[in-house]
């Protein structure tokens, strides 16, 4: 059985604490780039989180065999650069593909994400990604949005309920209303006054009856009147 040299172990162990360590990883072919091209690729994915690093695809094999990420090995064929991104994986992935636009040798073949394997037509659309903040803005304002809905339903029922049992009231015939705890003494007070309209009336009627016999007393004294004139033409 051959025994791995101790530089060999370092160099897999580094790669397996990378890959586990970060939030994604992006595997790129950088055949034809010269060494003053790969410094500059490393220095615009450290603004992003990302750590751009040259291994041999036989000791990443061994790194990653027996692991989440194994679905890497297909990804290992030519001369491999991994990005290690801790952060934001898709302004990692804009970076490379931005830079691949400008240096046509650097080919971005697929990455690892969460233990997921990306495809490089993955990798393009995870470019295309807003940023994380940007992401998390537009969650935010998502979940903002219905709970001013929600706090805006829960001011108005209490006032529509106020409101249509007010206009209940109004249009409720007054039968059916209940009273006011004084309108019971208010009523039972009117009450008698009421009833003595009709007890007035008969005595009214009374009285009227009373008076028709003075009005015809004239009529029958009338005749008294008439008496000494026949007592004269007697005598």
Known sequence: MENPRP???????????????????????????????VQTLRKSLQATGG?????????????????????????????????????DVSAAAKALRDYAKATP????????????????A????????????????????????????LAGLFKAVPQSLAYGLKALL???????????AAAPAAESEAAPAAEETPEEAPAAAEEASADEPTAEAPTEE??????????????
């Open 7 to 37: 530089e060999k172990v370092a160099v897999v162990n580094e790669v397996r604490e990378r890959l586990e360590a970060a939030d994604g990883a992006i595997v790129t072919e950088y055949r034809g780039m010269t060494v003053a091209e």
């Open 51 to 87: 750590d751009y690093k040259v291994f041999k695809n036989t000791l990443v094999r061994r790194a990653i065999a027996e692991t989440d990420n194994a679905g890497l090995a297909d990804l290992l064929v030519g001369p491999t650069g991994i990005a290690f991104v801790q952060g």
């Open 170 to 180: 109004e249009t409720k015939p007054a039968a059916d209303v209940p009273a006011p």
């Open 122 to 149: 993955d990798v393009a659309a995870l470019a295309d990604l807003p940023s994380r903040d940007v992401l998390l803005s537009m969650l935010a304002g998502a979940i903002a949005a219905p709970m001013r809905n």
């Open 222 to 235: 009338a005749p008294a009147a008439e008496e000494p004139e026949s007592g004269d033409s007697a005598e």
């Open 105 to 120: 040798a650097l080919i971005l073949k697929g990455g690892v994400v969460d233990g997921s394997v990306l495809s490089a």
